[in-house]
């Protein structure tokens, strides 16, 4: 009996022994070298097997083929992705710079979520690894590397993805991305080094790299591919929420029907700073060759400190960490669509846009710009474009602007427009249609041509301000054009005035010390300065017409009406100068006469226009207030053979290829000019007798100062035919 006993303690202590050792701990950092050990991880963390801080390492290349794809010896088998809702990653994974191949994910059928190679990861770090030909089809919550990343409760860790490299295809529905499908954390994800090559395909929310984001920096990091969906689709991120975006790109193609952008589909309450995007961008509404829509609820009310440079450096930092800012970023691509279609951003409500270029060519129908397709009043704070350029060109058929098609209660400053610009109504070199809104200390170059309310700055104004601008490039249209604005509807209220016990009435829209330098056509109300000016109450507008629209100026030699606005036939307060009555000086403010443009906003030089102070470094500025010299009082409509262009200082060109850059000297001997039609020269320029480049400038000759220009031993115009 005795005996029999020892036996079974003997047998109840190995039990137990045998036990303890198959609860001892994992070891930590896991080791992964085959795929048998990377199945074996994946349980552990399904199971709830693991602690929070534990730590994986991947220690050699994994091929997923041998037992996942399409047909397994003659069965489908999908991965099975690691972290489930309830028991998900927390903690390390690193990939020590090896790849995982031949990911296959197949949810479709099963119409299951969190498909991915993790499927539920809260609060993890994630590094250091390849994902190579991997294929990923599911519904909601769909990518390549991980479905879900939450984290609903904030702790002392970083959450992170980096150095991560991507390649496949990945397709969903609602939030599908190659890198993440939807990002919630208390707290910020850092993702940096993420590079992505592929195909994203989804519905709402996709994105090249991120579907949906919430409270996560994206930084030094790349998508080159294909992204297709419905809406809010961008080609890094679909859905951009209270998250920042710094010196990433994108390049390839994205489609979608709305919320559409070349990095961004829907940018909520975020920054994008130094980025660019390469992608030609297809849509039908809120199209952008970087933002399809952005919508901002934290910028300040008034922006006017944003003039002082140190309070404008800390809004700038302020807003990057959270309000809608877009920062010193590029969109190079072809954006396509019908309404609200631009090429940087197509929609914004509220967003500040600040130092950023738009170089793609633009087609839509309706709200149609250069930079902006719709700008307009977000819920709290102005929406603001401030020192952006534009070059590529713009075509639509309403509310059409090289900067932006339509704008209401929106500020554009220092801005430029190269580019030509054409449509239907409402065409402007800047703005289509502006409502209530401000335009200060902006130019145009490009060409303006369309049909009724065609302006060389604004299609067609209803209040607000243009104060401080230049137009050289040349106007045509039908009905309602102008140098200037094509049309300006002038709104005369009424109020009650508590003092004076009375009613009384105020006027709302003025245009002062704007200047056209450029040709203008048209038909029927066409103007130097502004087609036509409109409003509701005509005997009022007369009484208060001297305090609203003057103190502007045109060359009447470059564009020769008589009228500056067409049906206000004794606009006293507007002048016509011969061009060159218009250089050096002629222009300045007189104390005595009160007329002239501003000493503390234009610089003023001999042979030149006068330029904006704040933008005479910009080559842009510089070409538009060179004016072509005419040899007798003649208009352009006159000019034969007989105007002069001496040396080229330099000429240049925005486009990013090989064409001339700024700075760069073309001899004289190596231009030839031709015209192409009124108010419109074409240089040709030759290196090594070669045609080198095409430079078409509106009325605008670049040429050495002199004391006086001097007749060139050789008519340089020789050969010149104008044919009217």
Known sequence: MRLARLKTSFLWIFVAAMACAAQDPVQNPYLIETLEDLESFRDLVNDGGLPGDFEAHLMADIDLASKYGESVGGVEQSWTPIGTLSKPFKGVFDGNGYSIKNLYVNHRDANEMNSAFFGWVEGAQIRNLNLEAYRVYGSNYTAALVANFRSFVEDEREYSISNVSLSGEVEGTAKTGALVAYVEVDGLLKVSDVHVKGAVKGGYGVGGLIGHSFYCEISESSFDGVVQGQKAVGALVGSHENSVLKNVEARGEVEASTMVGGLVGDNHNSSIV????????????????????????????????????????????????????????????????????????????????????????????????????????????????????????????????????????????????????????????????????????????????????????????????????????????????????????????????????????????????????????????????????????????EFVEDTLVFNNFYDQQMCPLERAIFNRENSIENTALMTRDMLHEALKFNDDTQKGLSNELWAFSKDFYPRLIELTEEPAMRVASAPIILKAPENVLAVSSSFLVKNFEFLWDYSPENHVQKGEVIEESLVKMKALEPGEVSFEIYKDELLYKQVVLNLVGIFENEEEPKEPEVDPCEGYEYVP
């Open 274 to 541: 130094n980025s660019t995007s390469y992608v030609l961008v297809k849509g039908n509404s809120k199209v952008g060759g970087l933002v399809g829509t952005s919508y901002s609820v934290r910028l300040p009310n008034d922006f006017e400190d944003f003039e002082n440079p140190v309070t404008r450096d800390s809004l700038l930092e302020s807003l990057q960490e959270g309000g809608a800012l877009i920062f010193k970023s590029r969109a190079y691509g072809e954006v396509q669509g019908e309404s609200m279609v631009a090429g940087f951003v197509g929609e914004v409500r509220g967003t500040w846009i600040v130092e950023d270029t738009a170089y793609g060519k633009v087609e839509g129908l309706f709200e149609v710009g250069g930079l902006v397709g719709n700008l307009g009043y977000g819920e709290l704070g102005v929406p603001l474009v401030y020192r952006s350029l534009t070059t590529g060109p713009v075509k639509g058929e309403a509310s059409v602007g090289g900067i932006i098609g339509a704008a209401r209660s929106a500020h554009l400053h220092h801005s430029i427009n190269v580019g030509p610009v054409s449509g239907e109504d409402e065409v402007g070199g800047l703005i289509g249609r502006a409502s209530s809104s401000f335009i200060e200390k902006s130019i145009n170059l490009g060409g303006v041509i369309g049909l009724n309310n065609v302006g060389g700055l604004v299609g067609a104004a209803e209040g607000g301000e243009i104060f401080a601008a230049l137009n050289s490039g040349i106007v045509k249209g039908d009905s309602a054009v102008g140098g200037i604005a094509g049309e300006l509807f002038i709104d005369v209220t009424e109020y009650y005035d508590q003092d004076l016990q009375s009613y009384l009435k105020t006027a709302v829209g003025k245009i002062q010390e704007a200047v056209n330098v450029a040709f203008v056509e048209g038909k029927i109300s066409v103007g130097a300065l502004i087609g036509e000016v409109l409003t509701d109450e005509d005997a009022f507008f």
